[in-house]
């Protein structure tokens, strides 16, 4: 069953088109993850779906309502964390659960909001000397505490902790086991690895790819030889002497672009060996999502701002 329902979603700023006849659906209790450079589209998709924008055309319905006509339900159903604001700078963790938890039916309890983002230490802390991570972790506090049908997370582990991602990690997989549909943007590709049942990737309020990580894996990340060198490697050279196609995937490191077998291993190594370059690091493996994702969007992902501070993306 769907919770979420998108068919031909599209809006303008201007003669700019943020969306892009977007369509996809979301199963109820698994996790969506939406990945993109930014001003691809993802926050104005999920603006829409929240009810805060007015798509130009198009349908979509969140548990069966319609963001647009039925935002007053909508609220009820839904919890939404942003990457900024929503908290007065006053308040504090303790305070401001007991205000939420006052605005549902049957909400969460929150002292057991606290111990599962991990704040009772600072309970008692105003918020504004609460470090970045903890007020990405009293954020999502607020978004789940009423037991959401749909959590909305902007950005969760930005300025995160080591530590805290875990928690945070952990909170999201422990919501979807419970039956609660998770849509979450980032630029963290390992997270969107390890929590994502299903992957959007767009750019320029286009959907490049719409699916699980092994099926894009399966279409775009085949296993490659990848090995390191002491000192730089002329893959012009290489390509001349062995046929073998290279390319540079960091300093002094590389990948063959070709399905591994024997025949290619024993063609670079006894390249490498014959004109006595050092080597280290041969093995084949599959390229990573960060790999496929750069070559699918043609662009870097966006570092995560330091901890202790945030960072809004794009309203596009």
Not at 154 to 179: F, K, Y
Request: charged share 25%; no cysteine; hydrophobic share 35%.
């Amino acid at each position: 069953m769907a919770a979420i329902e998108v068919d031909r979603l599209t809006m303008s700023y201007g003669k700019v088109k943020a969306v892009d006849e977007l369509s996809f659906s979301v199963a109820a209790g698994s996790i969506l993850v939406m990945l993109g450079p930014n001003g691809a589209g993802k926050s104005s998709t999920i603006e829409a779906l929240e009810g805060y924008r007015r798509p130009q055309s198009g349908k979509l319905t969140v548990v069966g309502l319609d963001p647009v006509r039925q935002q007053r339900e909508l609220g009820h159903v839904i919890g939404v964390m942003l990457q900024q604001g929503g908290v007065n700078p006053r308040m504090t963790p303790d305070a401001a659960l007991k205000l939420y938890s006052g605005y549902y039916q049957t909400p969460r309890d929150p002292e057991e909001i606290l111990e599962a983002v991990e704040l009772q230490h600072v309970r008692s802390t105003s918020f504004r000397r609460l470090s970045g991570g903890e007020r990405q972790r009293l954020s999502l506090g607020l978004a789940i505490i009423g037991r959401p049908q749909v959590a909305f997370l902007d950005e969760p582990t930005a300025g995160v902790d080591p530590a805290g991602r875990q928690v945070i990690g952990a909170l999201i997989s422990n919501l979807a086991n419970d039956g609660t549909t998770v849509v979450l943007t980032t630029h963290e590709l390992f997270e969107a690895e390890r929590l994502a049942d299903q992957i959007i990737i767009l750019s320029k309020g286009k959907k490049l790819y719409d699916g699980t990580l092994n099926d894009l894996k399966a279409a775009h990340g085949k296993a490659q030889i990848t090995f390191s060198t002491k000192e730089p490697l002329d893959l012009e050279e290489l390509h001349r002497s062995t046929g073998l196609n290279g390319t540079e995937t960091g300093r002094q490191s590389y990948a063959i672009m070709e399905e591994p077998d024997a025949q290619r291993f024993a063609s670079l190594t006894s390249y490498l060996a014959a004109n006595a370059i050092e080597y280290f690091d041969l093995s084949d493996s599959a390229r990573s999502l960060e790999e496929i994702y750069l070559e699918l969007t043609g662009s870097t992902p966006q570092p995560s701002p330091s901890i202790g501070t945030t960072e809004k993306e794009s309203s596009l």
